[in-house]
Protein backbone atom coordinates (compact mmCIF):
# COMPACT_ATOMS: atom_id res chain seq x y z
CA UNK A 1 0.00 0.00 0.00
CA UNK A 2 1.10 3.35 -0.87
CA UNK A 3 1.34 6.35 1.82
CA UNK A 4 -1.93 8.58 1.35
CA UNK A 5 0.10 11.84 1.02
CA UNK A 6 -2.98 14.00 0.76
CA UNK A 7 -4.66 12.82 -2.57
CA UNK A 8 -5.11 15.37 -5.64
CA UNK A 9 -7.99 16.84 -6.20
CA UNK A 10 -8.17 17.87 -10.10
CA UNK A 11 -8.20 21.33 -10.06
CA UNK A 12 -9.80 23.15 -12.85
CA UNK A 13 -6.80 24.45 -14.40
CA UNK A 14 -5.80 20.90 -14.45
CA UNK A 15 -9.43 19.37 -16.17
CA UNK A 16 -9.33 22.24 -18.55
CA UNK A 17 -5.83 21.47 -19.68
CA UNK A 18 -6.61 17.80 -20.05
CA UNK A 19 -9.85 18.32 -21.85
CA UNK A 20 -8.08 20.74 -24.38
CA UNK A 21 -4.82 19.93 -24.48
CA UNK A 22 -5.37 15.52 -23.78
CA UNK A 23 -2.94 15.20 -21.33
CA UNK A 24 -1.72 16.92 -17.83
CA UNK A 25 1.84 16.34 -15.87
CA UNK A 26 2.24 15.91 -12.14
CA UNK A 27 5.21 16.24 -10.15
CA UNK A 28 5.94 13.86 -7.58
CA UNK A 29 3.73 11.42 -8.22
CA UNK A 30 5.58 8.90 -6.66
CA UNK A 31 6.91 9.61 -3.05
CA UNK A 32 10.48 8.57 -2.39
CA UNK A 33 9.91 5.14 -0.50
CA UNK A 34 7.85 4.01 -3.34
CA UNK A 35 9.77 4.86 -6.06
CA UNK A 36 13.05 3.27 -4.31
CA UNK A 37 10.40 0.54 -4.41
CA UNK A 38 9.64 0.63 -8.03
CA UNK A 39 12.74 0.68 -9.07
CA UNK A 40 14.14 -2.20 -7.06
CA UNK A 41 11.14 -4.37 -8.24
CA UNK A 42 11.67 -3.34 -11.88
CA UNK A 43 15.30 -4.18 -11.87
CA UNK A 44 13.94 -7.58 -10.41
CA UNK A 45 11.41 -8.09 -13.57
CA UNK A 46 13.72 -7.31 -16.12
CA UNK A 47 16.74 -9.85 -14.63
CA UNK A 48 14.23 -12.38 -14.54
CA UNK A 49 12.67 -11.38 -18.35
CA UNK A 50 15.88 -10.56 -19.91
CA UNK A 51 17.01 -13.75 -21.18
CA UNK A 52 13.51 -14.45 -22.86
CA UNK A 53 13.63 -10.80 -24.11
CA UNK A 54 17.50 -11.22 -25.72
CA UNK A 55 16.05 -14.77 -27.33
CA UNK A 56 12.99 -12.81 -28.98
CA UNK A 57 15.17 -10.33 -30.08
CA UNK A 58 17.85 -13.14 -31.37
CA UNK A 59 15.27 -15.34 -33.18
CA UNK A 60 13.90 -11.99 -35.38
CA UNK A 61 9.79 -13.21 -34.57
CA UNK A 62 8.96 -10.14 -32.11
CA UNK A 63 5.94 -10.42 -30.09
CA UNK A 64 4.09 -8.53 -27.60
CA UNK A 65 2.85 -4.33 -27.21
CA UNK A 66 4.61 -1.40 -26.56
CA UNK A 67 7.27 -2.09 -29.34
CA UNK A 68 8.86 -4.99 -27.67
CA UNK A 69 11.61 -6.00 -29.83
CA UNK A 70 15.21 -4.98 -30.88
CA UNK A 71 14.42 -1.11 -29.24
CA UNK A 72 12.23 -1.82 -26.57
CA UNK A 73 11.53 -4.65 -23.73
CA UNK A 74 7.75 -4.75 -22.62
CA UNK A 75 7.49 -6.34 -19.44
CA UNK A 76 3.80 -7.44 -18.88
CA UNK A 77 1.86 -7.97 -15.74
CA UNK A 78 5.32 -7.34 -13.60
CA UNK A 79 3.21 -7.62 -10.50
CA UNK A 80 3.70 -11.39 -10.68
CA UNK A 81 7.28 -10.39 -9.47
CA UNK A 82 6.56 -7.73 -6.98
CA UNK A 83 2.78 -6.27 -5.72
CA UNK A 84 4.24 -3.00 -5.79
CA UNK A 85 3.00 -3.10 -9.22
CA UNK A 86 -0.17 -3.35 -7.94
CA UNK A 87 -0.28 -0.69 -5.12
CA UNK A 88 1.00 1.73 -7.96
CA UNK A 89 -2.23 1.22 -9.75
CA UNK A 90 -3.94 2.43 -6.78
CA UNK A 91 -1.72 5.48 -6.39
CA UNK A 92 -3.72 8.06 -4.05
CA UNK A 93 -1.96 10.77 -5.45
CA UNK A 94 -3.36 9.48 -9.06
CA UNK A 95 -6.79 7.81 -8.86
CA UNK A 96 -8.65 10.90 -8.10
CA UNK A 97 -7.36 12.26 -11.72
CA UNK A 98 -7.71 8.96 -13.39
CA UNK A 99 -11.58 8.72 -11.40
CA UNK A 100 -12.07 12.46 -12.73
CA UNK A 101 -11.61 11.57 -16.58
CA UNK A 102 -12.36 7.97 -17.12
CA UNK A 103 -15.43 8.32 -14.31
CA UNK A 104 -16.18 6.45 -11.01
CA UNK A 105 -16.43 2.86 -12.66
CA UNK A 106 -12.74 2.97 -13.36
CA UNK A 107 -11.02 -0.72 -13.82
CA UNK A 108 -6.95 -1.40 -14.35
CA UNK A 109 -6.80 -2.26 -18.04
CA UNK A 110 -3.06 -3.20 -17.99
CA UNK A 111 0.23 -2.96 -15.92
CA UNK A 112 3.60 -3.01 -18.07
CA UNK A 113 6.98 -1.97 -16.99
CA UNK A 114 8.53 -0.87 -20.05
CA UNK A 115 12.20 -0.51 -20.95
CA UNK A 116 13.43 1.75 -24.23
CA UNK A 117 17.81 1.02 -24.33
CA UNK A 118 19.96 3.65 -24.22
CA UNK A 119 21.04 3.72 -28.19
CA UNK A 120 18.48 2.44 -30.07
CA UNK A 121 15.43 3.88 -32.67
CA UNK A 122 12.17 4.67 -32.17
CA UNK A 123 10.27 1.77 -30.81
CA UNK A 124 6.99 2.58 -32.68
CA UNK A 125 5.04 4.94 -35.05
CA UNK A 126 3.04 7.57 -34.42
CA UNK A 127 -0.67 5.90 -33.82
CA UNK A 128 -3.62 6.38 -31.71
CA UNK A 129 -4.75 3.02 -29.12
CA UNK A 130 -7.97 3.63 -29.97
CA UNK A 131 -10.97 5.36 -32.13
CA UNK A 132 -12.31 8.70 -31.46
CA UNK A 133 -15.07 7.60 -28.84
CA UNK A 134 -16.08 10.98 -27.60
CA UNK A 135 -18.43 11.40 -24.49
CA UNK A 136 -19.24 14.55 -22.96
CA UNK A 137 -17.41 14.07 -20.11
CA UNK A 138 -15.39 11.07 -19.69
CA UNK A 139 -12.59 8.93 -21.44
CA UNK A 140 -12.76 5.37 -22.93
CA UNK A 141 -9.17 5.00 -21.96
CA UNK A 142 -6.36 7.14 -20.50
CA UNK A 143 -3.18 5.82 -19.27
CA UNK A 144 -0.56 7.07 -16.75
CA UNK A 145 3.10 7.00 -17.29
CA UNK A 146 5.06 7.26 -14.77
CA UNK A 147 9.23 8.12 -14.99
CA UNK A 148 11.71 5.95 -12.78
CA UNK A 149 14.69 8.69 -13.66
CA UNK A 150 14.72 11.62 -14.68
CA UNK A 151 14.46 11.92 -18.13
CA UNK A 152 15.38 14.41 -20.88
CA UNK A 153 14.70 15.35 -24.43
CA UNK A 154 17.50 13.17 -25.95
CA UNK A 155 15.93 9.50 -23.96
CA UNK A 156 13.96 8.42 -26.37
CA UNK A 157 10.86 10.68 -25.15
CA UNK A 158 7.08 9.43 -25.29
CA UNK A 159 5.99 12.08 -27.65
CA UNK A 160 2.43 14.06 -28.24
CA UNK A 161 0.63 16.00 -30.63
CA UNK A 162 -1.35 18.07 -27.70
CA UNK A 163 -4.76 18.44 -29.03
CA UNK A 164 -4.75 15.82 -31.24
CA UNK A 165 -7.79 14.26 -29.34
CA UNK A 166 -10.45 16.33 -31.03
CA UNK A 167 -9.10 15.25 -34.35
CA UNK A 168 -11.34 12.72 -36.28
CA UNK A 169 -8.76 11.50 -38.28
CA UNK A 170 -5.56 9.57 -37.01
CA UNK A 171 -2.55 10.09 -37.71
CA UNK A 172 -0.47 10.29 -40.78
CA UNK A 173 1.76 7.98 -40.02
CA UNK A 174 3.33 6.95 -43.21
CA UNK A 175 4.52 10.36 -44.09
CA UNK A 176 6.14 11.16 -40.61
CA UNK A 177 8.02 7.86 -39.54
CA UNK A 178 11.76 7.01 -39.37
CA UNK A 179 13.94 10.15 -40.00
CA UNK A 180 10.67 12.17 -40.30
CA UNK A 181 9.17 11.14 -36.68
CA UNK A 182 10.16 14.23 -35.17
CA UNK A 183 9.03 16.53 -38.01
CA UNK A 184 5.05 15.83 -36.77
CA UNK A 185 4.17 19.13 -36.68
CA UNK A 186 2.84 20.76 -33.07
CA UNK A 187 4.81 17.59 -31.85
CA UNK A 188 5.87 17.45 -28.06
CA UNK A 189 8.29 15.85 -25.81
CA UNK A 190 7.28 14.42 -22.79
CA UNK A 191 10.18 14.92 -20.17
CA UNK A 192 10.32 15.02 -16.46
CA UNK A 193 11.54 14.28 -13.07
CA UNK A 194 12.01 10.79 -11.32
CA UNK A 195 8.74 10.36 -9.75
CA UNK A 196 6.85 12.15 -12.09
CA UNK A 197 4.25 11.25 -13.97
CA UNK A 198 1.67 12.03 -17.30
CA UNK A 199 -2.00 11.05 -17.34
CA UNK A 200 -3.29 11.23 -21.51
CA UNK A 201 -6.12 10.44 -23.09
CA UNK A 202 -4.89 7.27 -25.72
CA UNK A 203 -6.92 8.87 -28.39
CA UNK A 204 -3.83 11.52 -28.48
CA UNK A 205 -1.39 10.98 -31.50
CA UNK A 206 1.49 10.11 -29.69
CA UNK A 207 4.42 7.87 -30.41
CA UNK A 208 7.96 7.18 -28.62
CA UNK A 209 11.20 9.05 -30.16
CA UNK A 210 14.73 7.25 -31.06
CA UNK A 211 16.41 6.89 -27.33
CA UNK A 212 20.11 8.83 -28.65
CA UNK A 213 21.34 8.55 -25.19
CA UNK A 214 23.58 6.72 -23.10
CA UNK A 215 20.85 6.10 -20.52
CA UNK A 216 17.89 3.37 -20.76
CA UNK A 217 14.67 5.25 -20.22
CA UNK A 218 12.62 3.04 -17.91
CA UNK A 219 8.77 4.06 -17.14
CA UNK A 220 6.05 1.96 -15.87
CA UNK A 221 2.30 2.18 -17.63
CA UNK A 222 -0.82 1.61 -16.51
CA UNK A 223 -3.42 1.71 -18.25
CA UNK A 224 -7.33 3.00 -17.64
CA UNK A 225 -11.14 1.60 -18.61
CA UNK A 226 -14.50 1.82 -17.48
CA UNK A 227 -15.43 -1.24 -15.00
CA UNK A 228 -17.97 -2.42 -18.33
CA UNK A 229 -14.92 -2.98 -20.89
CA UNK A 230 -14.13 -6.32 -20.88
CA UNK A 231 -11.33 -7.93 -19.02
CA UNK A 232 -10.37 -11.71 -18.10
CA UNK A 233 -12.21 -12.65 -20.95
CA UNK A 234 -9.54 -15.40 -21.05
CA UNK A 235 -9.75 -16.87 -18.11
CA UNK A 236 -9.71 -15.71 -14.15
CA UNK A 237 -7.52 -13.39 -12.79
CA UNK A 238 -4.82 -14.96 -11.24
CA UNK A 239 -4.22 -15.77 -7.74
CA UNK A 240 -1.52 -12.17 -6.80
CA UNK A 241 -4.67 -10.09 -8.32
CA UNK A 242 -7.37 -11.49 -6.01
CA UNK A 243 -5.43 -11.85 -3.27
CA UNK A 244 -4.22 -8.30 -3.29
CA UNK A 245 -7.95 -7.05 -4.43
CA UNK A 246 -9.34 -7.17 -0.37
CA UNK A 247 -11.65 -4.34 -0.47
CA UNK A 248 -14.45 -4.10 -3.23
CA UNK A 249 -12.87 -0.56 -4.08
CA UNK A 250 -10.06 -2.66 -5.06
CA UNK A 251 -11.95 -5.48 -6.09
CA UNK A 252 -13.76 -3.31 -8.73
CA UNK A 253 -9.73 -1.48 -9.84
CA UNK A 254 -8.57 -5.31 -10.75
CA UNK A 255 -11.68 -5.52 -13.09
CA UNK A 256 -13.28 -8.67 -10.79
CA UNK A 257 -16.22 -7.08 -9.32
CA UNK A 258 -18.28 -3.49 -9.75
CA UNK A 259 -18.85 -1.14 -6.60
CA UNK A 260 -20.86 1.47 -8.72
CA UNK A 261 -21.58 -0.78 -12.01
CA UNK A 262 -24.23 -3.25 -12.61
CA UNK A 263 -23.86 -6.85 -10.97
CA UNK A 264 -24.33 -8.93 -14.09
CA UNK A 265 -20.54 -7.16 -15.24
CA UNK A 266 -19.27 -9.25 -12.61
CA UNK A 267 -16.86 -11.63 -13.11
CA UNK A 268 -18.78 -14.56 -11.14
CA UNK A 269 -15.39 -17.15 -11.06
CA UNK A 270 -14.24 -15.17 -8.17
CA UNK A 271 -16.59 -15.30 -5.01
CA UNK A 272 -17.42 -11.86 -3.44
CA UNK A 273 -15.67 -10.49 0.07
CA UNK A 274 -18.58 -10.21 2.03
CA UNK A 275 -18.57 -6.74 2.06
CA UNK A 276 -19.32 -6.72 -1.25
CA UNK A 277 -21.73 -9.66 -1.52
CA UNK A 278 -23.84 -7.13 0.64
CA UNK A 279 -23.98 -4.42 -1.85
CA UNK A 280 -24.11 -6.93 -4.98
CA UNK A 281 -27.85 -7.67 -2.95
CA UNK A 282 -28.68 -4.09 -2.77
CA UNK A 283 -28.25 -3.66 -6.16
CA UNK A 284 -31.53 -3.59 -9.12
CA UNK A 285 -29.24 -5.47 -11.92
O1 LIG B 1 6.77 4.18 -25.20
C1 LIG B 1 6.36 5.19 -25.74
O2 LIG B 1 6.90 6.28 -25.61
C2 LIG B 1 5.12 5.11 -26.62
C3 LIG B 1 3.98 4.49 -25.87
C4 LIG B 1 2.87 4.10 -26.77
O3 LIG B 1 2.98 4.10 -27.96
C5 LIG B 1 1.60 3.70 -26.19
O4 LIG B 1 1.40 3.77 -24.97
O5 LIG B 1 0.70 3.31 -26.96
Known amino acids: MIADISPAEMTAA ?24 ARAAYEKVQSATEQAWRDMVQSGVFKGGYGHGPDAHTMGNPYEHDTVFLDIADNPRMMPLVEEVIGPTVQTMEIVAHCHHAGTNAHTAWHRDWPPYRHPQYVLKAKVFYFLDDQDESMGCFSIVPGSHKRDED ?11 EQMPGMKK ?24 NRDRRILIYGYQPFWVKKWVNGLPPEVIVDWANTPRRRQLMGIHAVLGRASWDIKGVPYLPEHEEMVKAKRF
Open 14 to 37: QLTQFREEGYILIDNALDADTLAR
Open 171 to 181: PPRDDFRDEKL
Open 190 to 213: IVGTAGSAILWDVTLWHTGTANVS
